[in-house]
C-alpha cells in the first residue's frame, strides 16, 4: 500500500545530542513537509521540500536540519541547537503543481529530551 | 505572510446535533486552496473536506460542509448529525494555488478540539 512511513515511533534524546527522524513515502510525490506539533501551537512548519537537493526553511527552522537526496525520503535532524527539542512531529508529502491536492500525513515521531 | 486563525480552542456537541468550527484567514492571493483535517486521539492527520477558491460554490462531503465566504476569508466547517467518532482535532489550513514559483506552503490553524457528548 502507498503511504508515508516515520520512524521511530517514539525517540528519546538527551541533552546535547543530534538525533535524525525518518520519513519515506512511496507515493511518487514531489513535495515534502516537516511540521512539529505541541498543544495549543497547532501545526508549525519546519522545513518543506518541492524537488530532490532543494528545501526551504520554514517558520521555525532554527535548530533543525534536513536533507532531500532521494524524492522518496525526506529526514529530519534535531541538532543540538533546538532548545526545546520535545514535541510531536509530522512529515507530510503532497503532489507539487496541483495546489488542490491534500497533504498526506505520516503518523507522527513523538520525540522527549531526557 | 498567510496566517490561519481558529478562534475556538475547544467546543461541545450533543451527538447527533450540529456543529460549527470557525477558521479565518489572511491572503493576499486570489487564487488557493483551504482545507479541514481531523486528528483523532490516534494523531493520524485525516482530510475531511477541501475547498478551490475559485469555486463560488460551498465543498460537501457526506456529514461535512462548509460555508466558504471569500470576500471575508471565512471558511467554517459544519458537522451534522455529529457522532461519537467526530470526536477530535479539527484544523483548517490553507494552501496557494500552484503558480510555478510560489512556494507552496502549508498553513495550519492552532486547531480546535471537539468533545461529541452522548
Known amino acids: 500500500d502507498g503511504g508515508i512511513t516515520q520512524s521511530p515511533k517514539y525517540l528519546f534524546r538527551k541533552e546535547g545530542q543530534n538525533v535524525t527522524l525518518s520519513c519515506e513515502q512511496n507515493?511518487?510525490?514531489?513535495?515534502m513537509y516537516w511540521y512539529r506539533q505541541d498543544p495549543g501551537q497547532g501545526l508549525r512548519l519546519i522545513y518543506y521540500?518541492?524537488?530532490?537537493?532543494?528545501?526551504q526553511k520554514g517558520d521555525i527552522a532554527e535548530g533543525y536540519s534536513v536533507s532531500r537526496e532521494k524524492k522518496e525520503s525526506f529526514p529530519l535532524t534535531v541538532t543540538s541547537a533546538q532548545k526545546n527539542p520535545t514535541a510531536f512531529y509530522l512529515c507530510?508529502?503532497?503532489?507539487?503543481?496541483?495546489?488542490?491536492?491534500?497533504?498526506?500525513f505520516g503518523q507522527g515521531t513523538r520525540l522527549t529530551v531526557v | 505572510a498567510q496566517t490561519v486563525t481558529q478562534s475556538q480552542p475547544e467546543m461541545s456537541v450533543q451527538e447527533a446535533e450540529t456543529v460549527t468550527l470557525s477558521c479565518t484567514y489572511d491572503t493576499s492571493e486570489s487564487d488557493y486552496y483551504l482545507f479541514w483535517y481531523k486528528q483523532p486521539p490516534s494523531r493520524q492527520m485525516i482530510l475531511v473536506i477541501r475547498q478551490e477558491a475559485y469555486k463560488q460554490q460551498n465543498a460537501t462531503e457526506n456529514r461535512f460542509s462548509v460555508n466558504f465566504q471569500k470576500a471575508a476569508k471565512s471558511f467554517s466547517l459544519k458537522i451534522s448529525d455529529s457522532q461519537l467518532g467526530d470526536a477530535a482535532m479539527y484544523f483548517c489550513?490553507?494552501?496557494?494555488?500552484?503558480?510555478?514559483?510560489?512556494?507552496?506552503?502549508?498553513?495550519f490553524g492552532k486547531g480546535t478540539l471537539l468533545t461529541v457528548n452522548p
Open positions: 507530510a508529502s503532497s503532489i507539487y503543481g496541483t495546489g488542490g491536492t491534500e497533504a498526506f
Open positions: 489550513a490553507y494552501r496557494e494555488g500552484y503558480s510555478g514559483g510560489s512556494n507552496y506552503k502549508l498553513t
Open positions: 507515493l511518487n510525490h514531489d513535495a
Open positions: 521540500s518541492h524537488i530532490v537537493n532543494d528545501f
